[in-house]
Antibody, heavy 120, light 107 residues
Framework: QVQLVESGGGVVQPGRALRLSCAAS????????MHWVRQAPGKGLEWVAI????????HFAESVKGRFTIYRENFKNTFYLQMDNLRIEDTAVYYC?????????????WGQGTLVTVSS | EIVLTQSPATLSLSPGERATLSCRAS??????LGWYQQVPGQAPRLLIY???NRATGIPARFSGSGSGTDFTLTISSLEPEDFAVYYC?????????FGGGTKVEIK
């Protein structure tokens, strides 16, 4: 069965960096686009970024563009979110999400999330 | 970016009743609109994609309709497990965006 397991969350000071990882199993990882979606405490969902199948055609939310990088290592069945220059408003649960078969735009499987807290 | 506005913010209904949730886009998203369900404490689940296609394993009581800027998610007869928060999402243009959510609560 499809499994997505996030790691790397924690408490970090504003301006610092953090890298999230998502380990995938139960499907052919290299055939799917992958996303990060976040949810601030008590708030709604916010799409963050997508990494394409080959890692070369990626897109970001305006709120993280220029600060976050997304990449993947298909041989490890893992993808990452490198978060630099973190802000207090980046505090959220970060979900890794598999893009669906129909173009990869829909999130058909979700991890359980990892909490990132940005605080001084 | 495309802004999605969901209404109402909260819907108070009883089990067995019909739920109608709305999602309005700031510009046309053609038919590239989907819906997710999030039960408190859990990750979201894809219900509907491309306006009206049910995702794998989603019961037939969930249906989607609309086009352009106005979309609807209908739950024909609410089951106890359907009381949750529902989000719409568009994939017509980058960046992908979500609506603010509609909470369906027990009346």
């Amino acid at each position: 069965q499809v499994q997505l397991v996030e790691s790397g969350g924690g408490v970090v000071q504003p301006g610092r960096a953090l890298r999230l990882s998502c380990a995938a199993s139960g499907f052919t990882f290299s055939s799917y686009a992958m996303h990060w979606v976040r949810q601030a405490p008590g708030k709604g969902l916010e799409w963050v970024a997508i990494v394409s199948i080959n890692g070369k055609d990626n897109h970001f939310a305006e709120s993280v563009k220029g600060r976050f990088t997304i990449y993947r290592e298909n041989f490890k069945n893992t993808f990452y979110l490198q978060m630099d220059n973190l802000r207090i408003e980046d505090t959220a649960v970060y979900y890794c999400v598999r893009g669906s078969d129909s173009g990869g735009y829909w999130g058909d499987y979700w991890g359980q999330g990892t909490l990132v807290t940005v605080s001084s | 970016e495309i802004v999605l506005t969901q209404s109402p913010a909260t819907l108070s209904l009883s089990p067995g009743e019909r739920a109608t949730l709305s999602c309005r886009a700031s510009q046309s998203v053609r038919n590239y609109l989907g819906w997710y369900q999030q039960v408190p404490g859990q990750a979201p689940r894809l219900l509907i994609y491309d306006t009206s296609n049910r995702a794998t394993g989603i019961p037939a009581r969930f249906s989607g309709s609309g086009s352009g800027t106005d979309f609807t998610l209908t739950i024909s007869s609410l089951e106890p497990e359907d009381f949750a928060v529902y989000y719409c999402q568009q994939r017509s243009a980058w960046p992908l965006t979500f609506g603010g959510g509609t909470k369906v609560e027990i009346k």
